[in-house]
């Protein structure tokens, strides 16, 4: 998961102005790869996505899948990495979410849970979506803009590329930054050292070691005398001389003075800063609202703060009141009504009260996001709602095997030949064969072949892609469904992969047709729009 994090914090820098004096964003999604990094806010104008997140990244054997709200998987864990969605300017619904597998990425929506890829991976590297439904992205080298089909809108060309913000995107090429338009003009040329996106007018670059100001002409606004600078957020934007932070307004005067050793982004009206070694929080005059007394702050979430005082956490709210005792050895923010705390190693979730409402007992967890929150036992990962259930959980080697032995089965087929079990196993009656019902949606065969190689399912290392003639057993012209096979295996897709290619040498790989029950083949890296996989194997 922390590599995903890193990987994400490195695409925001580059393809996003980030704001230290900017309004936080959720903890749950910053430690997710979401719209913010630390305290800043990814500068898009416009409305955010409509859409609700449907679906929850799951780690499994080091690569990463996604499940709905129910637990069921959606995305077998075939992602090398994930980056954190963006929604879209304006009234689009999407929630659109990099994911990268065999080396290239794409984009898959976290509010659909039919399983389809938006766009299909290809590109060696990726922005996220930013002003206008527009990404950069990165293939052959080069640097272009996609829109949310993925057309090109501006063809690759560029050796660096960032999100579009009040209609320019500053883009890098021969070691020097300049703007362009959406249709991949030059609006102002390629003279800076760096650039971020504009933000209320203005876009701070850096050129000859020193930062400044430009409007959307490419005239300077504010000269170049700062050491360090961020971008323009409700008025202001923080700069650093020598080793002191302050803030300046949109004219370069200075409102708050060059004094903070640390400054960190505003939430809820109130930004955090360090000075002689411990933190305070400042309104946006200068003015301290609560004095440096704090040994570690964070932001403001949902009215109140964690602190740390020696050496042990609580939260405070915005006049200082103690509202819960430091008592945590940690802490993160409350979300959704809720906060996960750390003591004796464990972690657990508290409400605004302090009342424990799930005991320590986590070795790991997040924030909750839309009713459900990840949390780690025994280095085995899963989702929680607030009851305290499990919505899925990573099932370990030994717990696969237990269950198999004592697992209670079930007949829930139109003709009975089909035996369900609890953990999912399907047992062919006629055949013998174990089946797992359908495992992922519009995949490869290579992809396929990779996932089902992995599995362990019920403790068994047996599992394997299915012969043409296993996969026509399951073919029943009977059945009045466009996809003629029992609706104990749960597959929409007219296509499912079996596990035969042409002389065995992978040029192009078998698959069979449930709406008919003929065969086909395609090559193994096509990501048919119906294709299916199912697992099987031998009992006898």
């Known amino acids: 998961m922390i590599k995903y994090l890193l990987a994400s914090i490195h695409v925001f820098f580059i393809f996003n102005t980030a704001f230290a004096f900017a309004e936080a964003t959720s903890f749950s999604e910053l430690a997710k790869g979401g719209k913010g990094v630390g305290d800043t806010e990814v500068p898009i104008k416009g409305k955010e996505a409509t859409g609700k997140k449907a679906l ?46 065999g080396g290239k990425w794409g984009f898959i929506d976290e509010t659909d849970t039919t399983g389809k890829y938006i766009i ?77 996106a504009f933000s209320e007018g203005l876009a701070r670059v850096k050129i000859g070691g020193k930062c400044g100001y430009i409007d959307t002409t490419g005239k300077y606004i504010i000269n170049p005398q700062f050491d360090e600078a961020w971008g323009f957020s409700k008025g202001l934007a923080s700069v650093k001389i020598g080793e002191k932070w302050g803030f300046i307004d949109a004219t370069g005067k200075y409102i708050i003075n060059p004094q903070f050793d640390e400054l960190r982004g505003f939430a809820e009206g109130l930004a955090r800063v360090k000075i002689g070694g411990k933190y305070g929080y400042i309104d946006k005059t200068g003015k301290y609202i609560l004095n440096p007394q704090y040994d570690d702050i964070n932001p403001f979430f949902e009215g109140l703060a964690r602190v740390k005082i020696d050496g042990k956490c609580g939260f405070i709210d915005k006049t200082g009141n103690i509202i819960i005792n430091p008592q945590f050895d940690d802490a993160w923010f409350f979300e959704e009504d809720l906060a996960a705390v750390k003591i004796g190693g464990k972690w657990g979730y508290i409400d605004k009260t302090g009342k424990y409402v799930f005991n320590p007992q986590f070795d790991s967890a997040l924030g909750f996001t839309e009713g459900l929150a990840q949390v780690t036992i025994e280095g085995k990962y899963g989702y929680i709602d607030k009851t305290g259930k499990y919505i899925w959980k990573e099932p370990s080697t030994e717990e696969n095997k237990n269950l198999s032995k004592n697992d209670t089965t079930y007949c829930n087929a139109n003709s009975g030949r089909f035996v369900k079990s609890n953990m999912g196993i399907i047992t062919d009656t006629k055949s013998g064969l174990q089946w797992l019902p359908e495992l992922g949606q519009n995949i490869t065969w290579d992809e396929a072949q990779a996932y089902v190689r992995g599995l362990k399912t019920g403790g068994f290392s047996n599992w394997r892609l299915p012969t043409r003639a296993e996969l026509k057993s399951l073919y029943d012209p009977s059945i009045t469904a466009e996809n003629k096979i029992d609706p104990v295996f749960q597959s929409n897709g007219s296509y499912v992969w079996s596990g035969e290619s042409d002389d065995g040498n992978s040029t192009s790989a078998w698959f069979i047709r ?22 099987v194997r031998s009992t006898r």
């Open 514 to 535: 449930f709406s008919n029950g003929s065969e086909g083949r395609y090559y193994p890296s096509y990501r048919i729009t119906h294709g299916r996989t199912l697992a």
């Open 120 to 196: 299909n991976p290809q590109f060696d590297e990726i922005g996220l979506f930013t002003e206008g439904g527009l990404a950069a992205v990165k293939i052959g080298g080069k640097w272009g803009y996609i829109d949310s089909t993925g057309k090109y809108i501006i063809n690759p060309q560029f050796d660096s590329g960032g999100g579009f913000s009040e209609r320019l995107a500053p883009v890098g090429i021969g070691g020097r930054w300049g703007y362009i338009d959406k249709t991949g003009k030059y609006i102002i040329n390629p003279q800076f050292d760096e650039a971020l």
């Open 56 to 101: 929850f990244s799951i780690p499994l054997g080091g690569k990463e899948g996604y499940i709905d709200k129910t637990g069921k998987i959606i995305f077998m864990p075939l992602f090398d990495g994930f980056m954190g969605h963006c929604g879209l300017p304006g009234e689009f619904p999407q929630r659109l979410t990099g994911v990268r597998i």
